[in-house]
T-cell receptor
């Protein structure tokens, strides 16, 4: 398996524009997570899915953020409209339900909003 | 709610020496898992080691071992024989576990410790 695949790797956009981040989890994994990493706040869990169903979105900062998982092999995180304070590295990760198995992370998307 | 605390923003170690990175946690769950991840300057998150709350033995993976002290709620990472390539950010994380061998999946991370290995 190629691991968790995120696209794009880098995104630069202007304030007010819509941004869509994409993630393909590892086949067969039950959980999918979206994390955001910043210097100030570290790694924050934004939302996670179990079998394509959103379980906990309490980490989504504002209504400008939305996430979907239309099927087991694809998820998106959308920011509309984007703001400079959204600049961060966004990680997608996936894991199994089984205890003791780690979450596998994608390479991350570095988002810069100017 | 779960909380992970890493009190060492930065640590320095001489090559070939051992180093301990501290992690304390707080949870009301009886069953949980503890993880350590490494993030080098390239940015990817690399899984290092896992410890289950009911595991009686401390976990080991090559040069990595986890010093698990349940009563003190600590899960320190020990890296033996440090190498220059060990220089990175290290994160401690935990997840809750349910009955029947299932994981609730949600990982809570600490703030991380930057480890620098000197030659």
């Amino acid at each position: 398996d190629a691991g968790v695949i995120q696209s794009p790797r880098h995104e630069v956009t202007e304030m007010g524009q819509e941004v869509t981040l994409r993630c393909k989890p590892i086949s067969g994994h039950d959980y999918l997570f979206w994390y955001r990493q910043t210097m100030m706040r570290g790694l924050e869990l934004l939302i996670y899915f179990n079998n394509n169903v959103p379980i906990d979105d309490s980490g989504m900062p504002e209504d400008r953020f939305s996430a979907k998982m239309p099927n087991a092999s694809f998820s998106t995180l959308k920011i509309q409209p984007s703001e400079p304070r959204d600049s961060a590295v966004y990680f997608c990760a996936s894991s199994l339900v089984k205890i003791g198995t780690e979450a596998f992370f994608g390479q991350g998307t570095r988002l810069t909003v100017v | 709610a779960q909380k992970i605390t890493q009190t060492q923003p930065g640590m320095f170690v001489q090559e070939k020496e051992a180093v301990t990175l501290d992690c304390t946690y707080d949870t009301s769950d009886q069953s949980y898992g503890l993880f350590w991840y490494k993030q080098p300057s390239s940015g990817e998150m690399i899984f290092l080691i896992y410890q289950g709350s009911y595991d009686e033995q401390n976990a080991t993976e090559g040069r990595y071992s986890l010093n698990f002290q349940k009563a003190r709620k600590s899960a320190n990472l020990v890296i033996s024989a440090s190498q220059l390539g060990d220089s990175a950010m290290y994160f401690c994380a935990m997840s809750s576990s349910g009955a029947g061998g299932t994981s609730y999946g949600k990982l809570t991370f600490g703030q991380g410790t930057i480890l620098t290995v000197h030659p």
